[in-house]
């Protein structure tokens, strides 16, 4: 493989004595990765149902590999059930290395496709807010889409510039993740094409975006919380020297260490203008020293800025908030009563909000969004229509089997499976018993997929089109 003259002096540079080693890898296959959605399974339920030959991914407890050249996960039911997301192996590092808890406010600022949102979201367990951006609306779709697949049930979809958000977030966040834009140097072995991109627009046009995005982020987090900072390339312009600018900029950030794994190479003080040692507990990871791309993370947390008085934007009311309380309650429509009658999952009827004709169900707390473009706050749970209610796609996959009372439950090898995800009409008068009649959840060996309208025997397909198999 041809690399640039000016990035192969650079990679010599960088890794001295191990740049033929650092060469090599380029002989080697990629390596493809699958990760699962503990949301829905457990790691071990998972390997005990998985069709696949899979081998562990070390440093990552719910990835693992598989051979891309012999298997298509991506056409499996398990895959449109939400049972797993097809990500790089090094690209699971970051959201793995970002401690996130149920209850947590988490901001992903560049989250499409949404390898990473999905993980944080899964890992929130239903509680607190994932708020995931991207600034390409067309790629927001895609994200939005990824996170209803996955069953998030708190999420709220942004698509603006970071710098934007900052106004409407001041430290809101507890956990921030940033995948930052950048060169991409760690992905040439996996996509060619990016040697062609790293000519057009290399670290020198990066480095002044990340620096931007990184200190906006900043401003919208807690003081006490955490910030993992992540790329996917090798140069020291958008990585160390990044976060020295943050430090610098904002001082009372520090960094803080990321779990180890035995491959994992130690930052470079070396690279950065102070050299101070605080910058090998960030993380690099080479493509010769493991079985993935490359990747850089750190991880940081905000302390209390010196000289600051009074509490954070929260504690002083700078924030206006919009409060779901609990204890509250709205009159809802009784076409949707009827149809939660069947959902056995406690709601708090005061985080229902309705919209025109849409429903949602929202996370505890909202900031006033007003003026920022977004493409979903909260849980669309379906659509008022004249004298009914049709529930959503997004709603089903949020469910598990045993949160609602009426379900279709098909084996995978069945192929009304198939039929399901291509938008047929089924018959399923083998499976369903009296009193079936209405929407109906259907499933995959126990894993919903979307909902049905049943009458005599046969299930009228809700499967929304965008997402049906071709």
């Known amino acids: 493989m041809?690399?640039?003259?000016?990035?192969?002096?650079?990679?010599?540079?960088?890794?001295?004595?191990?740049?033929?080693?650092?060469l090599a890898c380029y002989e080697e296959p990629r390596y493809y990765g699958l990760r699962v959605n503990t949301g829905k399974i457990s790691v071990e339920g998972f390997q005990k149902i998985c069709p696949f030959s899979i081998e562990p991914i070390p440093w990552i407890p719910n990835g693992f590999y598989y051979d891309g050249e012999k298997e298509a996960p991506s056409r499996h039911p398990y895959y449109f059930a939400g049972l797993y997301y097809l990500q790089e192996p090094s690209a699971m590092t970051p959201a793995s290395r970002l401690p996130v808890e149920p209850g947590d406010k988490v901001l992903d600022v560049c989250a499409a496709p949404g390898g990473k949102a999905t993980e944080l979201g899964a890992r929130l367990a239903g509680e607190g807010v994932l708020a995931a951006n991207d600034i390409s609306s067309s790629r927001a779709k895609g994200l939005l889409k990824n996170i209803e697949v996955f069953g998030v049930s708190n999420p709220l979809v942004l698509s603006e510039e970071p710098g934007r958000l900052a106004g409407y977030f001041p430290e809101y966040?507890?956990?921030?993740?940033?995948?930052?834009?950048?060169?991409?140097?760690?992905?040439?072995?996996?996509?060619r094409k990016m040697i062609k991109a790293w000519q057009e627009h290399g670290p020198g046009f990066f480095c002044n975006i990340q620096k931007s995005?990184?200190?906006?982020?900043?401003?919208?987090?807690?003081?006490?919380?955490?910030?993992?900072?992540?790329?996917?390339t090798f140069d020291e312009r958008e990585n160390e020297q990044v976060v020295e600018h943050l430090l610098k900029t904002c001082p009372q950030f520090q960094i803080e260490e990321i779990e180890g794994y035995e491959g994992f190479c130690p930052g470079m003080p070396e690279m950065t203008e102070s050299r101070d040692e605080a910058f090998a507990r960030t993380v690099r990871i080479f493509p010769h020293k493991m079985k993935g791309e490359g990747h850089y993370l750190a991880l940081l947390r905000k302390g209390k800025a010196e000289g600051a008085r009074g509490g954070s934007a929260l504690e002083n009311g700078t924030l206006?908030?919009?409060?779901?309380?609990?204890?509250?309650?709205?009159?809802?429509?009784?076409?949707?009563?009827?149809?939660?009658?069947?959902?056995?999952?406690?709601?708090?009827?005061?985080?229902?909000?309705?919209?025109?004709?849409?429903?949602?169900?929202?996370?505890?707390?909202?900031?006033?969004?007003?003026g920022i473009r977004f493409l979903r706050t909260g849980l669309l749970v379906g659509e008022l229509k004249k004298n009914r209610f049709e529930p959503s796609q997004a709603f089903a996959m949020s469910l598990k089997k045993e949160e609602y009372r009426k379900t279709v439950d098909l084996s995978a090898e069945d192929e009304r499976v198939s039929r399901y995800l291509k938008g047929e009409t089924l018959e399923v008068g083998d499976l369903v018993g009296e009193g079936g009649k209405g929407w109906n959840l259907v499933c995959v060996d126990g894993f919903p997929l979307g909902f049905g309208k049943l009458s005599g025997g046969m299930l009228k397909n809700k499967y929304l089109p965008g997402w049906r198999l071709a």
């Open 213 to 232: 995005i990184i200190v906006q982020a900043a401003s919208m987090l807690r003081p006490g919380g955490l910030m993992l900072y992540s790329t996917c």
């Open 2 to 22: 041809k690399l640039p003259e000016e990035f192969a002096r650079k990679m010599q540079r960088l890794l001295k004595e191990e740049y033929e080693d650092y």
């Open 173 to 191: 966040f507890d956990k921030i993740l940033i995948d930052a834009p950048c060169s991409g140097e760690g992905m040439f072995r996996k996509d």
């Open 320 to 370: 206006k908030r919009r409060i779901q309380g609990k204890g509250t309650s709205i009159r809802l429509p009784d076409e949707l009563v009827r149809f939660l009658s069947d959902v056995r999952r406690g709601l708090d009827a005061g985080r229902f909000s309705i919209y025109g004709d849409r429903v949602y169900y929202m996370p505890e707390e909202l900031p006033d969004i007003k």
